[in-house]
């Protein structure tokens, strides 16, 4: 099977969360690519302003889908879309949440829709349009994970935890059917200048600037990994720290080769086992 055709032209993107911060600038970025776009949000009233700034400025066939993702229903029937539209060839699974707290302080009702956004509906969209994508023979995912998915000490464990479940069901996935066409891409933002922050109670303006870096920057950045068909896209990743990376990633696929055995390691070989 071979990937999805370079030229955008007569393919649609779904991209959810699209009514601000990085699912804006990338419906910004595909229109101006040639994607017809399908714009998924809880705001109707902000898609619609986005999908007709984006129609006078690029001729593009835009429409709107007003969903909340931590409805069970409402991530049906996206899903049914990313089934049923033949047209769609790239889902950008961006709609995501923080908690105000952490998993020991924040309600239990905002953990709960934390893990239905964050983790539930991306999954269930991923999996419609895999399932799409793999019997057309072509498509993209693009998945919006985070550099928090690698360091989860870092930050509150709950998302934390959610990014890096992203990236193992993104690297599952592209292990598992690049070779029928699938293309599966995570991209791993560090800290960067969204609403995201204010809605977890949080401000980004105290962070030091030099970590924060601009919506569009990143979507850019992720692009170009797009384009380069990176499995993982990490934006702020300076060149000279990418050894690191790559070293990391050969460790990883080292120890996989030993991590199950018939024997407990002798290490474990305690009173307990007499």
Not at 56 to 64: P, W
Not at 139 to 167: C, D, M, Q, W
Request: proline residues 4%.
């Amino acid at each position: 099977m071979t990937q999805a055709s370079t030229n955008p032209l007569n393919q649609t993107a779904l991209i959810t969360g699209a009514s601000t911060g990085i699912g804006a600038v990338y419906a910004d970025r595909l229109a101006k690519r040639g994607y017809d776009l399908i714009l998924v949000a809880r705001d109707a009233a902000r898609l619609k302003t986005l999908a007709e700034r984006l129609r006078a400025e690029t001729g593009r066939t835009i429409t709107v889908q007003r969903a909340d993702l931590t409805a069970a229903a409402d991530v049906t029937a996206v899903a049914a879309t990313l089934t049923d539209d033949a047209r769609i060839t790239l889902l950008v699974n961006n709609a995501g949440m923080a908690i105000d707290g952490d998993l020991l302080t924040a309600p239990a009702q905002d953990v709960e829709r934390l893990i239905a956004l964050n983790i539930t509906a991306p999954t269930l969209l991923a999996q419609a349009a895999g399932k799409a994508f793999v019997a057309r023979g072509a498509g993209s995912i693009i998945n919006l994970a985070s550099v928090l998915a690698l360091i989860p000490e870092a930050f509150e464990g709950v998302y934390s935890g959610t990014k890096a479940y992203l990236l193992n069901i993104s690297q599952s996935l592209s292990a598992q059917y690049a070779a029928k066409g699938l293309y599966v891409q995570a991209v791993l933002p560090g800290a960067t200048r969204t609403e995201i922050w204010e809605r977890a109670g949080q401000d980004v303006e105290s962070f030091p600037p030099e970590i924060v870096m601009a919506v569009d920057d990143l979507v850019d950045a992720a692009l170009v990994g797009f384009d380069a068909r990176e499995t993982v896209t990490i934006p702020p990743l300076a060149d000279e720290h990418l050894p690191h990376w790559n070293a990391m990633q050969a460790e990883r696929a080292a120890l996989a080769t030993v991590l199950s055995r018939r024997d407990p390691a002798a290490r474990y070989a305690g009173p307990a086992r007499a």
